[in-house]
């Protein structure tokens, strides 16, 4: 079955009992047994949930992999991974990366003696120079956040297995509608469900696909044993948010680049980042390793200061100023004063996170408004 074929109805079989063509939402929090000992497929909705499973089930069949666990958030997924490291490993990281997942593994991972490299991974040599022995997991964004850089999944997946370790991929940002990592090669896919999955900023969640049984079994019994679950209503919105998500992020990818090309050649921007743009580094990369468009995301640099860039996300009436990404509804931030702002200063200047970015999450608004709403907010 086609992509979208399978978004409806892999995982979302008609109820056999009433003949419901959307599955139930299970509420239950514990499942009555067969006997003392004697185990059913559920017990104890932390250790799993018809709904949540629904949801697991398609996210994995979209992605090509074998199977997936969600959680209540993407930073509780993405922590889940960081725990497959034992004091003494280490993770190399690309520097383009969430500032959540910066926090989190340079202030929390880091607290139990595994180390963190930051690297530029568009850099393949810089990569490979970063695979020492203790490396034990790579963790990647492409599209990365903020500065929209794309790193080559295959040819890190490759580095990564070379040297023995684990490919992560954030991909948050493409979505299984543009990139599929586990086609790539990756072994862990990571979604912030907030985002794209959910569509419609109603609910945070997360999760982790995977191609490896063994690989499954250690992240499903630290999910168990952490507890950071998704629950059953957020699970039925992320099932749902995916029957539609080939078709949203389709129109997403056409108006971002329309605005990309608008921007590019507006007086007030110094530059785009964009991958859809001829002139970004990664635009062949991306035109190999993304299906049907370059994504939602866009980055800007406006000419002036941190005050000109924070006047300019204080002035669009379509695009609202807040965190997140994804939704129905256009979104403008500022990286430095917050996405971003969980960074040490000198290394989000150092990584190219400078003063003057803002970041657009294109929504379905049509985009002649979204122009205009621009347009009046850099000539202020």
């Known amino acids: 079955m086609h992509f979208r074929t399978r978004a ?28 003392a000992g004697v185990w059913g497929e559920y017990d104890y909705s932390r ?13 994995a069949s979209l992605e090509g992999g074998l199977k997936a666990l969600a959680f209540a958030t993407g930073m509780a997924a993405t922590h889940c991974a960081s ?43 810089a990569v490979a120079a970063a695979m020492r022995p203790g490396v034990k997991l790579l963790w990647i964004e492409s599209p990365g956040n903020p500065l929209m850089s794309i790193t080559d999944i295959a040819a890190c997946a490759e ?63 630290l999910q168990n044993a952490t507890g950071a ?11 749902r948010g995916l029957k539609t998500l080939d078709l949203r992020v389709r129109e997403h990818c056409r108006t971002a680049q329309l605005l990309a090309e608008h921007l ?41 200061d941190l005050a000109a860039a924070k006047r300019v996300c204080e002035s669009t009436k379509l695009f609202q100023l807040a965190v997140s990404l994804g939704a129905a509804e256009s979104l403008i931030e500022q990286p430095a004063t917050m996405s971003h702002a969980s960074y040490d200063r ?22 002649e408004d979204l122009r205009d709403d621009l347009d009046q907010a850099l000539a202020g």
């Not at 007030?268 to 995301?297: C, D, I, K, T, W």
């Open 8 to 35: 409806i109805h892999v995982g979302q079989e008609r109820d056999p009992t009433t003949g419901a063509v959307v599955p139930p939402i299970y509420v239950a929090s514990t499942f009555a047994q067969p006997g």
């Open 47 to 59: 250790s799993g949930n018809p709904t949540r499973k629904n949801f697991e089930t398609t996210i």
């Open 83 to 125: 725990m497959l490291l034992a004091p003494g490993d280490e993770i190399v990281a690309g520097a383009d990366i969430y500032g959540g997942t910066y926090r989190l593994l340079h202030k929390v991972t880091a607290r139990n003696q595994v180390r963190i490299t930051l690297i530029d991974s568009t850099d393949l040599a």
């Open 159 to 221: 580095i990564a297995h070379r040297h023995g370790a684990l490919l992560g991929v954030d991909s948050t940002f493409a979505t299984p509608a543009l990139t599929r990592p586990q086609e790539l090669g990756a072994d862990i896919v990571m979604h912030s469900a907030t985002k794209y999955i959910g569509g419609h900023s109603d609910l945070t969640g997360g999760v982790l696909v995977v191609r490896d049984q063994e690989l499954f079994d250690r992240l499903y019994f």
């Open 229 to 239: 679950v998704m629950g059953p209503w957020e699970s039925h919105l992320c099932s």
């Open 264 to 304: 590019a050649k507006h007086p007030s921007v110094n530059r785009v980042l964009y991958p859809g743009l001829p002139s970004h580094p990664g635009h062949e990369l991306a035109a190999r390793q993304m299906q049907v468009g370059f994504g939602g995301m866009l980055t800007i640099e406006v000419k002036g």
């Open 346 to 367: 000198a290394d989000r200047l150092a990584h190219g996170i400078t003063d003057g970015l803002v970041r657009l999450s294109v929504g379905l608004e049509a985009f």
